[in-house]
């Protein structure tokens, strides 16, 4: 069973430009959720993904997009990049279930500079 | 609106002790509760879930308890050693939105 992977790592961008960060979900799992995570915080809730539909979205901008493919793996886009979206962002991926079970395994996350 | 607060920011300990995390939120209606522990620049690892009708779940020398009603929950690791060194997460599920974080406790454990 494979884990939850994301690219790339690591990713310089310069204010103004557009960024796309990739996330493989878990085997077996059909909801992908996205978090920021800002240095010294802990993760701000995004969007999430389940089935290919939007199933919820935090408090971030339109700027902020996504897509969910038919494997369940999952494309955060973010348009004219800020200085305050450099971050560590994560993606995590659950299966449904009874709603105390359900349990979110997060990748090693990317970590977005922008300049 | 739900908020997870983590106390200390920072905890420095010899090896050996054993320590506790501390965890609170506002909002007692959740469904679960999970411990995340994260090394800098890393992802999460899942330490320990507790369903809301759970008091308390172990994993090898970490316990972490929840007291739902009060809105509190407890990380207890047994016999810190310096692998132990990361930033541990408290996290909330609410029901229908995901993760409620808090800020984290960054734990060194000195040799």
């Known amino acids: 069973e494979t884990g939850v992977t994301q690219s790339p790592t690591h990713l310089i961008k310069t204010r103004g430009q557009q960024v796309t960060l990739r996330c493989s979900s878990q085997?077996?799992?059909?909801?992908v959720s996205w978090y920021q995570q800002a240095l010294g915080q802990g993760p701000q809730f995004i969007f999430q993904y389940y089935r290919e539909e939007e199933n919820g979205r935090g408090n971030f901008p339109p700027r902020f997009s996504g897509l969910q493919f038919p494997n369940y793996s999952s494309e955060l886009n973010v348009n004219a990049l800020e200085l305050d979206d450099s971050a560590l962002y994560l993606c995590?991926?659950?299966?449904?279930?009874?709603?105390?079970?359900?349990?979110?395994?997060f990748g090693p996350g990317t970590r977005l500079t922008v300049t | 609106k739900q908020e997870v607060t983590q106390i200390p920011a920072a905890l420095s300990v010899p090896e050996g002790e054993n320590l506790v995390l501390n965890c609170s939120f506002t909002?007692?209606?959740?469904?679960?509760l999970q411990w995340f522990r994260q090394d800098p620049g890393k992802g999460l690892t899942s330490l320990l879930l507790?369903?809301?009708?759970?008091r308390e779940q172990t994993s090898g020398r970490l316990n972490a308890s929840l007291d739902k009603s009060s809105g509190r929950s407890t990380l207890y690791i047994a016999a810190s050693q310096p692998g132990d060194s990361a930033t541990y997460l408290c996290a909330v599920l609410p029901g229908n939105t995901p993760l409620v974080f808090g800020k984290g406790t960054r734990l060194s454990v000195i040799a």
């Open positions: 507790i369903q809301s009708s759970q």
């Open positions: 085997s077996g799992h059909n909801t």
């Open positions: 995590a991926s659950s299966m449904p279930g009874l709603a105390g079970e359900v349990q979110q395994y």
């Open positions: 909002d007692s209606a959740i469904y679960n």
